[in-house]
């Protein structure tokens, strides 16, 4: 069974790089699938990030491209986000997720997500 | 690129059915069965995937929920309500012109 577990701190100041780690434990990475990470500011609506493909393929969100970074570690399992530049509107709980194959835009599994504060 | 559109708000009786819509644009919702339906039981709390390309359950969804589409607006309806479908549902959908997933704003379902 394929779990996913985010960890990164859970309070950045406003200008600052916030950059989370996901761990796949259950399935290898390399094995294929798209990873992806996913926000929820409170109280709305779920924003896709973007996606990475073992191989290092990248798409993201053009609302955000210019400040996030997606990259994948294959030696240790697991992939990360950096967004630089954050502002209080992203304060959100970030989620961590695979993709249900390899066409796919569907997310089955999901990492119970972490709060990510912005404020000084 | 906009969110999908969906109602803020249904509600329905134990044992009734109730259908949620989702509605976009031929640039998404309408150009692919590539629409997927969330149910989160609580903001904070990971979504659960309940259908995925329109009308598809993973395994382990109850056949109570199902899918469809017609045109730009994609629908999720789930029959035989029961109080644990109490949840926020949100509609996705793959969008070719960026090349990325966009999600409804979400739509809050209360059994009465």
């Known amino acids: 069974q394929v779990q996913l577990q985010e960890s990164g701190p859970g309070l950045v100041k406003p200008s600052e790089t916030l950059s989370l780690t996901c761990a796949v434990s259950g399935y290898s990475i390399s094995g294929g699938y798209y990873w992806g990470w996913i926000r929820q500011p409170p109280g709305k609506r779920l924003e896709w990030i973007g996606s990475?493909?073992?191989?290092?393929?990248?798409y993201y969100n053009p609302s955000l491209k210019s400040r996030v970074t997606i990259s994948v570690d294959t030696s240790k399992n697991h992939f990360s986000l950096k967004l630089s530049s954050v502002t209080a509107a992203d304060t959100a709980v970030y989620y961590c997720a695979r993709n249900m194959g390899a066409d796919s835009s569907a997310y089955p599994y999901w990492g119970q997500g972490t709060l990510v504060t912005v404020s000084s | 690129q906009s969110a999908l559109t969906q109602p803020a708000s249904v509600s329905g009786s134990p044992g009734q059915s109730i259908t949620i819509s989702c509605t976009g644009t031929?640039?998404?919702?309408?150009?692919?069965?590539?629409v997927s339906w969330y149910q989160q039981q609580h903001p904070g709390k990971a979504p659960k995937l309940m259908i995925?390309?329109?009308?598809k359950r993973p395994l382990g969804v109850s056949n109570r929920f199902s899918g469809s589409k017609s045109g730009n607006t994609a629908s999720l309806t789930i029959s035989g309500l029961q109080a644990e479908d109490e949840a926020n549902y949100y509609c996705s959908s793959y969008a070719l012109s960026s090349n990325f997933v966009i999600f409804g704003g979400g739509t809050k379902l209360t059994v009465l």
């Open positions: 995925y390309e329109v009308s």
């Open positions: 031929s640039s998404d919702v309408g150009s692919y069965n590539l």
């Open positions: 990475i493909y073992h191989s290092g393929i990248t």
